[in-house]
Every structure is written in structure tokens, then in C-alpha cells.
């Protein structure tokens, strides 16, 4: 029996509009020390069933942290909620974080992770031959993709494996004699971690511009290149999408003064059985696996890298690496190691996952993902080029992604490009800048990969095409974005100030909450 | 109440649609009117004011009566007085000058003012006079000639960077072109000086787990990496600039912002010289210069005091740019324009730019001749 | 068939997304890529398992080839027990897959680290900490170049006995800037002092406060690397004047997954200077536009601009955000009781094991926080005897040394077990 009462809206249920009309989760979660309960635990611990062991004064902690005090539902309620505040691949169309290669992760590969929970990175290798064997396909694929002939899966992530390849470069110049070495040459769109990671290692970094094509100048690095260089650090396609047609020269060119050629191949998605590393006669070179080979992105990592290394470099790889000795899997350091890059063997559950990916696609389905990954990215930017305001500079076809420009719109509206971002995030999708400092004007930088289907990308340039309308007509409105976020504008401006700063919750007391009502 | 001074040049903009290539003097704005230019700096400075008080509605414009501010200022501007009053549709660098001086005497927090690279250095006398008592400033773009760091790159965004204005100022260079000789096609950027304008930072760029951390270059890093290179008994001159300046800083000594500069051993060795002392302390001396305004010109703008008989003698030259500065070129060369083409010649090809600490790019030189011989 | 995880490799789509865009086939987006750089023949890989089932039982079979123990394994990677609210919501998509949103639509995320630091700085009473590095290694690579950069010194006195794998990591990570010097000697040329306690051998350090008066006597830092699932018990580094803590979380809700488990920390006092050598992210308070909305973001960011900060300067990128979320998990679910209670179980059960162990254990009268080094005639023999009966029975130092580990999760009768057969194989 029902009571209809009063009709207010009529079947069929009209079309949805052209955009979603999207909200994110807005639970207003308190910090979670403002949820203590004085007396409420989350988990009980085992009693000792010994004697206890008491400490001296000194060593032992004189007074209890002031941890928030929880039962468990309210822990687990807490942290899901604010899981539900946040915007995964899983849930949104994530183009708009160009060179991070945002792909789907899949479900099935999570599965794993119970499987290798209890294993202890110190457990005799007759224990692990699962696991070691998983290390050393990975590595053979790798090396089949690359061309190299061994790889290093220690790294936890692209930076660190670009670290680790510094550590070859220096280590391999000592071992010749060439320790005098003391230049890095990378160019404006290789990933900024080349440089950072060379200087880090006391290195100075040349960087070659583009040229008025785009394309870093070939003339700059003849000029640039000497019996000081120890090593070229280039990422190719570069972050502009842009594919260095000369990069066989660039090596050569490098090659023939004594120096290596290193290759950042963070953004290998696009080519992917297409070009390999070592065909072009790079020493070294590296792979994001939580990038190409779609291991998640975890809030920021876990994550893992691989280093691949031509013939003449596989003594200096870290250690240990995983060989096969009478069939059965052994750790082994190389002779002239650079040593260990981090405990254990590497970031396990992420070879795990990309080990599984690669073997869910084989050799037809990674050329299947180059392909797919390039036709999305020119298929989304010859939708974005519609969009009056937007261009991308250097008029050529991209690999995989493309720095754009909202240079005209911001110049017409004042609207800048991060604002922009943050009103797409109001359609629930993410976007991104550029790495800092912004060579083109206004950047924003997108990467479609293989996971998304031509409905994503349309809607997603709708999104952009109805912001940069909005910004013509309304820039205040764009400006005052988010509308729909689990919080409103953030004044950023006490984070600055050390008076105000609060890094921690105890800062954020002591400098704000104590002695006021 | 957060009180901003505004100053417009109404005539500033005149010359670029009809194609006179600057306002500069009552004669080429007659004649720009009489081609049918129409003012736009009016509604250029009226789009910022609108921006400023959306935004910071705490905002109270101070300005002067007519189209030198009130007719851009929104609906009940702070009125200060000025005399002599401007004529309707005509200004000079005097009235610029004076409503300057008159609003920091209203005692306006920041100054806005519209116009182009003219303006922004009838500002920089105006400035200068005040000393201690200059209000920080911003340009509004509205000339024809827009080359100076002191302005935001639109009014919608000088009217978000005042609305933003907190008190934090950075320096910001004033370069100008000869008009006369930009008519003519041929670009000349020189330095004038520096104006204090708001350091405008995006509260949301860059805030990205993704990106890594290399440091933005900072000219300080510069400056350290030019001294960390300096060598025991090589001289060194200085060319003007923030950056050179920078370099004087680094090593403790009052090196001139405008003037050539030499420095030997951590000693100041002469400051301010003119080419004929120059060509006294030339031989075997390495040559520090800066990138001068926005077309990429190391020599022959602003400091023709380095000229082809001083450079025939020195013994080294050093570039400073940071990777923004060489970015915004596109891909177009630097620019030398000592006077004598083969001077220009022999500098060419690709040259060390030192970019940041233990940073630096190689990028190319080329003779201006060569570049704008159309 | 189209593969599942590619939608837009269905012949028609493709086929209209190439009208759309003009193009006649992929090959034109390829055009930079010389023919000389191309590869001409399919790349030789296994076949693959498309179906998902096929490569689940692929996958299973190569699971089946590990073999359990009861395993008395460390040396930095411990079997603690990981709470199943850990693996809830570490497990959660939407942590899972995020990564670099604004603090607006990912809010969550920041959050969640906000309050990881937080319950940290509690734990080290220390009111700055960093959002993840990669693992207590790298933590303390950093520490030490950050006390080096702070002093403008190049060396760093390591007081403690340290693993082989950390210190091979440092040598390398220091070069060129910092110069490792082993012993108790300082001078006025030294950057920091730098302790672990617990140390390789699970040794708990009581000299803190005399190094840290020896540092700071010199203008140097003390630098302490700890474990933290160790400070409900113990006093935590600042308490006796360390000036840059650091250390790995695993043991604060990771499994041991080979190994992937590790995350970082480091942490100091809110002291502008030190603040500004952190390479690593600080996420802090900021306020809204509305009453009672706490928003975050990055503290003090433009601290990587500082002309000081260019020499020997570290990058920043994708380190281990996620399990810095899980670490901040088990600390609330632990709260100040739990933390003391998981302490006095460890301490009570590894002196059970060391006097069970008897005379083979080294530096017995020490106080030892889970681990504990002993002496034998044949490290590997033994330990593959003890495998032969189920018992992964510690790490082999060297030769004749063996680290023992014991945590919450050994029971008293594990801990007899694993004493009983290393008696009988001796």
C-alpha cells in the first residue's frame, strides 16, 4: 500500500546534463585527536608471559605519548571516511596528471599481496624460489623491453633508480680511471629529477633548451660536451610529448667524448615494442614500474623503479641481483657493486603487480598499450586544440602526452592555469601544471594512456572547454573554485610563516590553541 | 582598509594600434588620434580596479580626478589633488610624475599604475625622489612597449596581485627602447633600473607529490656559481644588471645596478667606469653581462661601455640568465650589438650560460645584425 | 578479442578515433622515430594469461614454490603483528589509487599524513616530521646530509655498531658531501654524531644524553636512528637532546612483503633553520574560507628556493605516502597504552630469549629491545639444520654470528622451541 501524496516530478527521468554534476565526500572529520576517548583502545596487544624487564632511569620514556585514544570502529570509520575524500584513478578520468602515466592498476594483481605478506627479505633462497623467480622474469622482460642486457629491480622508485644510475655512472668512470668526470649534460623537458639527482651526487648540470622546434639543441650539446662530461641524462619522449628524432646522435655525440648515455624512460608508455633503449646505444636507462607498468600510485608510494644497464655496466649494478645457478634462483653481488640502494630486494609487492601486468599482456597486448596510449593522446589533443584559449606549442604530432598552454585564456581573463585545475576537480577530475619552472607559458600536461575509453576523453576536453568559457565569462567565479570539494579555498599564506606554521598537531596546539579559551 | 594608489597614463597604447610604435611625446600622440587611435589604458586600468575591489573588497582606491585614475577607479574613489590639472586627452611624464609623488603622500600601501615601459620609468624618476617614502608599485599593462618585470601580464592580473598584496616585495626591472629607433626596426632594450612591486606568489602552484624538487634558480645561485668560478688574479668586469648586482653582493662590494663594474681578487677595482677607463682594465679580463629586457640582447643595450676595443682585448666572457629568462626567448638566440658586426661575428655560437648554483645551459649567440636584417 | 584493460583497442572505435583526428593509421603519431630506431620484429616475451583465472593459477603456482617457517628473522625488516584495520584501509581504492591531487579533491589523503606526522611528532616529541621517504635508509642518507648542511661540515661520526646493507647505502648516498668516520672522537670539524638504538644488534643505547652534550660541546647535531615501535617503552631521542631523529616504519603496520615494507622518517624541532633542510614534504594546518574546515598543504615550500639549499641538495618524488597513512593507522589504534604494552612484550620476551639462549648470546648484559646477536662455530650450518625442522632461526652477521629476532608474535613456546633446537644442533 502506498500514499503518493503530492507528484512533484515526472517518469521518464530527464537526460542528464552535459556535465556531471559531481560533489566530492564532505564528512567534516575532525582531526583525529580531537575523536580521543580517554580509556578506548583499538586493538589489544599479547602480555609478555615473562618477567618484565625494567629500564634505568633515563631509558626508559617517562611519560605516555598523547596518542589519540580509540576504539576500533571509530579508527576504521575515521581513516574510511577520509578515504572517500580523496579522488583514485579508480574513480576518476586521471588524464590530467601528465609524465605520471595514470593507468588503470588492475584488481587483480592487489590480490597477490597476501601471498607474499610473511616473507622475510633475509630467508634463505631455497625459501623464496617463488619469489626469486618472479624477480628474474621481471628483470629478463625488462631487459627484453629495453634492450639492456641486465636490470636492477631495487630501486622504490624513478627517482631513486635514476640516483641509482648515477651511482653507476660515477662508480664506472672511477673504476676507469675518469673520476675527473664532473658534468651531467640533461635538457629542459627531461624530468627534473635528472638534474636534481645528478647535483645531489656532486655532479654540475648543464641543460640544453629547446630549440625554436622543440626539440633540445643538438648544436648546444656539441658545444657542451668534453672530456668533463660523464654522462647525458635525457628522457625521451620528453615531457612535451615531443620524440627526439636525433637522439641517436645525441649519444653518439656524447659516446665519443668518453661520457655515458642515460636514459629516462619514465614516459616509455607510448613506445612500448615500438623503440627500445639500447637500440639508440644507451648504457644505462631506467623504468617507472608504478608508471608503465601500472603498479598503484599509493597516495605517492610505494612505488618502484628498474635500472637497466648495457653489458659494460653490469658489474656496478646494486646488489644483490637474482641469477640462476643448476636451475635453482641465488642472490649474488656483483664484483664492483655500487652496493645496496635500499633494504631487501626491492619494493616486492610492486614487482609482484607489474610482473602479473606484463604477463597479462604479453608481447602483442604492450604494443596494443603503445598504440592505444598514442591514438588517445592525439585524439585528445585534437579535441583540446578546439577549445579557443588552449594551444600546445611546436605544431607536431605527440608520443603519449603534451605540455599544453592556456596562455591567450589567462592573458584575456587573468585565470591561471592551477586555477583551472582546481575547478576541474569541481567535474571530479584531476589536472596538472607542469614541473616547475614553467617553460611554456600557463602548462598543463596530458597523458590519456591506454585506460581510457573515447567517452573519458570526451568528456574530459568538455570539462575544459565549459572552465575555459566559464573563465571568458566569469573569471571570479573560476578563481573562487572549489565549489564542490570536501573543503572551500585554502589560504595558504600562515604555511609560510614559521610563527603560524603547524607541521604537526602539537605544533598546531602549542602555537595556536594554548592559553586561548 | 587596504588603500591602493592608481595612476593612469591615458595616452599610453595610443601609438601600437595604428602603428606608431610607442605614445612617447604630445606630436606622436596627436598624430596617433588623428590616425583614429582610441584610448584604451583607461579601460585597461578600470579591468584591474574592478579585480582588485572583487577580490579584496576591504580595498579603498586613492587616486587623481579624470582620466589620469578617477575615470578608471570604480564607483567612490579617494580623491587627492593635483596641480597643475592635465588637459583631457593629453599627458606628460611631469603629470605622471607628480600624481606619483602625490598619492605616496596620501600615504597609499601600493601604487598600480597603467601604461607601458614609458610610464614605468616616469614611475622609476618619481620613485627615486621619494627615496624611503615610495609606496611598492605595479604596472597594469596598457603601452605599447611592455618589457619591464614591473608589470603583471594582464590588468584581471594585476588587479589579482595587488588584491593579493600582503606587504612582501621583490625588485623588478625597468628597461625601455629607444621609440625612435624602434620605428626603424631596430629593438633597443636598455636599463633604467629596478622598482619594488608585490612578490606575487600562486598560492597553489606547484604543491605536487608528483613533481620533483629542483630548486628553482635563484640569482643568488648565480651569483655564488660566478664566484665560486672567479680565479686569483683575472679581472673581471661587470656589466649592468639585478644580476651582475647580484654578483657584487655576493662578493661584499657596491657594485652599480646601470654602471659597468670591474673586480679583481674580492676588491672592488673601479666602479661606474666609462668605455675609455674600460678599455684601460680590458686585456686578459673575463666579461660578466646579463640578459637585458626580453629579446635577449648581452651587449650593445645599456651597456655600450663594453664595446668592440674593450672586448677586442678581454680574455673571457660569462652569460647569467636564469633557465625562465632563456626559456621565454622560444628558441631565438641571444643577441649581441657591440657596433661592429665583426665584433658580433666572433662572439657567436653557442656560449656557457651559467643558469644556478653549479647549474648552467649552453645556448647560442648570434649578431643582431644577423637576426634582424629584414 | 579487446583487451580488458584497453577499451579503445575495439577495431571500430579506433577506427573512428583516427577519422576524428585525420590520420590514417598509428604510424603517423611515430613519424619522429627514425626506421633505424625501430624495432622490426614483435618483442619476445611469454605468452601471456589474459584470463584473469589463467593467470591467477599462474600466479599461485610460482606462490606455492615460497616455503613457511617459524621465522626468527630481522635486521630491519620485523614480523610484527600488522592489525587487519591496517590492511582495511590501506587496501581502500581510493588510498590505493590516489596520488597527486590538490588538497581539495584529495583532502583525505593530506589528512591522513597530517595526522601520521602528527601521532609521530607525539611518539618523538618532536614537533616536525616529513611524509615518507623511501625507507629507514634513505631517512638516514638525509638526516645526515640535512646536520651537514645546517653545520656547512662534511663529516659524520657513526657511535653505534651499524648493519653492512645501511652503511654500503650511506657510503654511497654521502659521497661527495659527507665523510663517514667510525668511533667516539669528535672535533670541531664534524657535522653530527650519529646513534641507532636499538642498534644492529638490538642493543638499547644509554649514553644518548653524553653523545648528545658531546655534539653540541663541538657546534654538531646529534642524529638518532630508532625504531618507533620501540618508544612506548623506551625514552624517546629528543628526551636526551637529539636534534634530528630518524628511522624505518615498518614496524608500525607493514607486512614484511620481501621487503616492501619500508618507509622512512625523519623529524626535528620546529627550528626555522633545520626546518629549511628538509628535502621532503611537511604537510601542515591551513584555514578555509569557512568556520571549522581544516584544509592542508605544504609548509614552508619555498624552502627548496633558498640560495643556500642549492649545494648538495636531494630530490623529492613518489616515495611511500601510503604507508605512512598505515603507520598513523596502528598508532591510533595502539594509543599510548598499546604502544607501552607491544614494548614491555618485546622486552620481556627477548630477555625470556636470551637467557634461554644462555651463554651463546653476545652482550648479554645490555639491554636488548627484539634482538640480540648470538656466537656459534657454523652460522649457515646451523641455520640450515634448523630449517630442516621448520625454523627460519636468525640472520647470519658472519660466520660464526647470528642475530636472533624475537617480536609480540613469538610465543613463549616458539621461543623454547627455537632454544631447544639450536641446543640439540650444537
Known amino acids: ?517 | 582598509m587596504f588603500r591602493v594608489g592608481l595612476v593612469v597614463n591615458p595616452v599610453a597604447g595610443l601609438g601600437g594600434a595604428v602603428g606608431l610604435k610607442g605614445s612617447d611625446g604630445a606630436e606622436v600622440q596627436r598624430e596617433a588620434l588623428a590616425r583614429g587611435a582610441v584610448p584604451r589604458a583607461g579601460d585597461r586600468a578600470a579591468q584591474a580596479v574592478r579585480t582588485l575591489l572583487a577580490r579584496r573588497p576591504d580595498a579603498r582606491v586613492v587616486t587623481v580626478a579624470g582620466p589620469m585614475g578617477a575615470d578608471s577607479a570604480g564607483d567612490t574613489p579617494e580623491l587627492v589633488r593635483l596641480t597643475p590639472t592635465p588637459g583631457p586627452q593629453e599627458s606628460s611624464a611631469a603629470d605622471t610624475r607628480a600624481a606619483v609623488a602625490a598619492l605616496a603622500a596620501a600615504g597609499v600601501e601600493l601604487l598600480l599604475f597603467a601604461g607601458g615601459d614609458g610610464t614605468a620609468r616616469d614611475v622609476l624618476d618619481a620613485v627615486r625622489e621619494l627615496g624611503d617614502q615610495a609606496p611598492p608599485v605595479l604596472g597594469i599593462p596598457a603601452g605599447v612597449k611592455v618589457y619591464s618585470g614591473c608589470f603583471a601580464t594582464s590588468p584581471a592580473t594585476a588587479g589579482f596581485v595587488a588584491a593579493g598584496h600582503r606587504g612582501d616585495t621583490a625588485e623588478a626591472e625597468v628597461v625601455d627602447l629607444d621609440e625612435e629607433l624602434y620605428r626603424r626596426g631596430v629593438v633597443t632594450p636598455r636599463l633604467y633600473g629596478t622598482l619594488r612591486v608585490p612578490a606575487a606568489r600562486t598560492a597553489l602552484s606547484g604543491r605536487k607529490a608528483g613533481s620533483s624538487g629542483t630548486a628553482p634558480a635563484t640569482v643568488e645561485g648565480i651569483a655564488r656559481e660566478v664566484v665560486a668560478r672567479m680565479k686569483p688574479d683575472i679581472r673581471y668586469i661587470l656589466g649592468p644588471g639585478a644580476t651582475t648586482l647580484a654578483v657584487g653582493r655576493e662578493l661584499g662590494l657596491a657594485t652599480t645596478l646601470l654602471g659597468v663594474d670591474v673586480v679583481q681578487d674580492g676588491v672592488l677595482v673601479a666602479a661606474d667606469v666609462t668605455e675609455a677607463e674600460l678599455a684601460g682594465f680590458a686585456e686578459g679580463a673575463v666579461v660578466v653581462l646579463s640578459v637585458i629586457g626580453g629579446q635577449g640582447f648581452v651587449l650593445g643595450r645599456g651597456n655600450q661601455q663594453i664595446s668592440p676595443r674593450v672586448l677586442a682585448g678581454t680574455g673571457g666572457l660569462i652569460v647569467l640568465a636564469t633557465q625562465q629568462k632563456l626559456a621565454a626567448l622560444n628558441g631565438r638566440p641571444l643577441l649581441a650589438d657591440s657596433g661592429d658586426p665583426d665584433t658580433d661575428r666572433r662572439l657567436s655560437g653557442h656560449v656557457q650560460v651559467i643558469t644556478g648554483h653549479h647549474e648552467s645551459a649552453f645556448y647560442r649567440i648570434s649578431p643582431a645584425s644577423e637576426e634582424y636584417s629584414e | 578479442m579487446t583487451h580488458p584493460y584497453i577499451p579503445n583497442a575495439e577495431p571500430g572505435v579506433r577506427a573512428e578515433m583516427l577519422a576524428a583526428i585525420g590520420a590514417s593509421s598509428v604510424e603517423e603519431f611515430y613519424a619522429d622515430i627514425p626506421a633505424s630506431l625501430r624495432l622490426q620484429r614483435p618483442l619476445d616475451l611469454p605468452a601471456p594469461f589474459v584470463a584473469e583465472y589463467e593467470l591467477k593459477r599462474h600466479m599461485k603456482g610460482l606462490f606455492d614454490r615460497n616455503v613457511d617457517g617459524l621465522s626468527f628473522l630481522g635486521h630491519g625488516t620485523y614480523p610484527h603483528y600488522v592489525p587487519a584495520v591496517c590492511d582495511e584501509v590501506n587496501q581502500r581504492s581510493e588510498f590505493l589509487t590516489a596520488y597527486a591531487g590538490e588538497p581539495y579533491e584529495d583532502h583525505g589523503r593530506f589528512q591522513a599524513l597530517f595526522e601520521y606526522v602528527s601521532m609521530m611528532g607525539e611518539l618523538l616529541e618532536m614537533d616536525v616530521v616529513n611524509v615518507p621517504t623511501y625507507d629507514g635508509f634513505q631517512a638516514s642518507g638525509t638526516a645526515i646530509r640535512m646536520a651537514a648542511r645546517y653545520t656547512k661540515r662534511a663529516k659524520v661520526l657513526i657511535a653505534s655498531p651499524i648493519s653492512a646493507d645501511k652503511l654500503s647505502k650511506l657510503a654511497d648516498f654521502l659521497t661527495p658531501d659527507v665523510e663517514i668516520v667510525h668511533g667516539t672522537e669528535i672535533d670541531d670539524t664534524f657535522a653530527a654524531i650519529y646513534l641507532e638504538t636499538p642498534d644492529v644488534h638490538g642493543v638499547v643505547a644509554t649514553n644518548g644524553r653524553e653523545l648528545a652534550e658531546a655534539a653540541h660541546a663541538h657546534g654538531a647535531l646529534l642524529v638518532v636512528s630508532t625504531d618507533p615501535i620501540s618508544l612506548g617503552v623506551l625514552a624517546p631521542p629528543a628526551s636526551y637532546g637529539a636534534d634530528i631523529v630518524c628511522g624505518d616504519i615498518q614496524s608500525l603496520g607493514m607486512h614484511q612483503a620481501y621487503g616492501g615494507g619500508h618507509a622512512g622518517f625523519i623529524a626535528t624541532q620546529d627550528h626555522e633553520p633545520l626546518v629549511a633542510e628538509f628535502p621532503s614534504r611537511l604537510f601542515g594546518i591551513a584555514p578555509t574560507a569557512v568556520d571549522g574546515e581544516y584544509g592542508f598543504g605544504d609548509v614552508f615550500y619555498d624552502r627548496t628556493s633558498f640560495a643556500l639549499r642549492e649545494e648538495g641538495k636531494e630530490w623529492v618524488g613518489t616515495a611511500a605516502a601510503l604507508w605512512g597513512i598505515t603507520a598513523g593507522v596502528y598508532l591510533a589504534l595502539m594509543g599510548p597504552e598499546g604502544m607501552r604494552e607491544v614494548g614491555e612484550t618485546i622486552l620481556a620476551r627477548t630477555r625470556y630469549a636470551m637467557d634461554a639462549l644462555g651463554d651463546l648470546v653476545q652482550d648479554a648484559e645490555a639491554i636488548h629491545f627484539r634482538e640480540f646477536a648470538i656466537s656459534v662455530r657454523d652460522s649457515h650450518g646451523l641455520l640450515a639444520t634448523l630449517r630442516e625442522q621448520g625454523i627460519f632461526g636468525g640472520v647470519p652477521l658472519d660466520d660464526r654470528t647470528v642475530l636472533v629476532c624475537v617480536t609480540e608474535r613469538h610465543t613463549i613456546a616458539e621461543i623454547d622451541r627455537l632454544a631447544a633446537a639450536v641446543k640439540e644442533a650444537l
Not at chain 1, 644507451?282 to 612505488?303: E, M
Not at chain 1, 649474488?332 to 655500487?338: D, G, I, Q
Open chain 1, 1 to 517: 500500500m502506498s500514499s503518493a501524496g503530492e507528484s512533484f516530478a515526472e517518469l521518464p527521468v530527464k537526460p542528464k546534463p552535459a556535465l556531471r554534476r559531481f560533489h566530492q565526500a564532505r564528512w567534516d572529520e575532525p582531526i583525529i585527536f580531537e575523536l580521543t576517548n580517554p580509556g578506548a583502545r583499538g586493538i589489544a596487544v599479547p602480555r609478555p608471559g615473562a618477567p618484565k624487564v625494567e629500564l634505568p632511569q633515563g631509558v626508559g620514556r617517562a611519560t605516555p605519548p598523547k596518542l589519540p585514544e580509540m576504539s576500533q570502529l571509530h579508527v576504521l570509520r575515521h581513516y574510511l571516511r577520509l578515504s572517500q575524500e580523496n579522488l583514485g584513478v579508480d574513480f576518476n578520468i586521471d588524464v590530467g596528471q601528465g609524465t605520471c602515466t595514470m593507468k588503470y592498476s588492475p584488481k587483480i594483481n592487489d590480490t597477490f599481496m597476501a601471498d607474499i605478506a610473511d616473507l622475510h627479505p633475509s630467508q634463505h633462497e631455497d625459501t623464496v624460489q617463488g619469489v626469486l623467480e618472479i624477480y628474474a622474469q621481471l628483470e629478463k622482460m625488462l631487459a627484453e623491453i629495453s634492450g639492456m642486457s641486465r636490470v636492477s629491480l631495487q630501486p622504490g622508485s624513478g627517482s631513486a633508480a635514476i640516483y641509482a644510475n648515477i651511482a653507476m655512472i660515477r662508480a664506472y668512470h672511477e673504476a676507469n680511471g675518469d673520476g675527473h668526470r664532473d658534468q651531467v649534460i640533461t635538457t629542459m623537458f627531461s624530468h627534473p629529477s635528472n638534474a636534481a639527482c645528478a647535483k645531489t651526487a656532486g655532479y654540475e648540470v648543464i641543460t640544453l633548451m629547446p630549440d625554436a622546434e622543440g626539440y633540445p639543441d643538438i648544436e648546444a650539446l656539441r658545444a657542451a660536451v668534453g672530456p668533463r662530461t660523464a654522462a647525458l641524462m635525457i628522457t625521451n619522449p620528453e615531457d612535451t610529448g615531443i620524440f627526439n628524432p636525433r637522439i641517436q646522435e645525441f649519444v653518439d655525440l656524447v659516446h665519443e667524448v668518453g661520457g655515458l648515455a642515460c636514459y629516462d624512460q619514465a614516459n616509455a608508455n607510448g613506445i612500448l615494442g615500438i623503440t627500445r633503449a639500447a637500440d639508440a646505444g644507451f648504457d644505462l636507462g631506467h623504468f617507472n614500474l608504478h608508471k608503465t607498468f601500472s603498479t598503484p600510485h599509493a597516495c605517492g608510494g610505494p612505488a618502484a623503479g628498474a635500472c637497466g644497464v648495457s653489458e659494460k655496466l653490469v658489474p656496478f649494478l646494486p646488489g644483490p641481483v637474482v641469477d640462476q645457478v643448476d636451475g635453482k634462483y641465488v642472490l649474488r653481488t656483483p664484483e664492483k657493486s655500487v652496493g645496496k640502494i635500499r633494504p631487501g630486494l626491492g619494493v616486492t609487492p610492486n614487482i609482484v603487480r607489474a610482473y602479473a601486468w606484463i604477463m597479462s599482456m604479453g608481447a602483442e597486448g604492450l604494443r596494443e598499450v603503445a598504440e592505444i596510449a598514442v591514438l588517445n593522446n592525439n585524439y585528445l589533443m585534437h579535441k583540446i586544440l578546439q577549445i579557443p584559449g588552449a594551444s600546445a606549442p611546436w605544431d607536431k604530432r605527440r608520443v603519449e602526452q603534451v605540455r599544453y598552454s592556456w596562455q591567450e585564456l589567462s592573458e584575456e581573463t587573468g585565470v591561471h592555469s592551477e586555477e583551472i585545475g582546481v575547478r576541474a576537480a569541481d567535474f571530479g577530475v584531476h589536472y596538472w601544471t607542469s614541473h616547475h619552472p614553467y617553460v611554456v607559458p600557463e602548462p598543463f600536461t596530458l597523458e590519456p594512456t591506454e585506460s581510457y575509453s573515447k567517452q573519458d576523453l570526451d568528456e574530459y576536453a568538455a570539462i575544459l572547454a565549459h572552465i575555459a568559457e566559464e573563465a571568458r565569462k566569469d573569471p571570479e567565479f573560476v578563481k573562487g573554485a572549489p565549489y564542490n570539494q570536501t573543503v572551500h579555498k585554502i589560504d595558504m599564506t600562515p604555511l609560510d610563516d614559521p610563527k603560524q606554521w603547524a607541521p604537526t598537531w602539537r605544533a598546531y596546539v602549542r602555537k595556536h590553541l594554548s592559553g586561548k579559551a
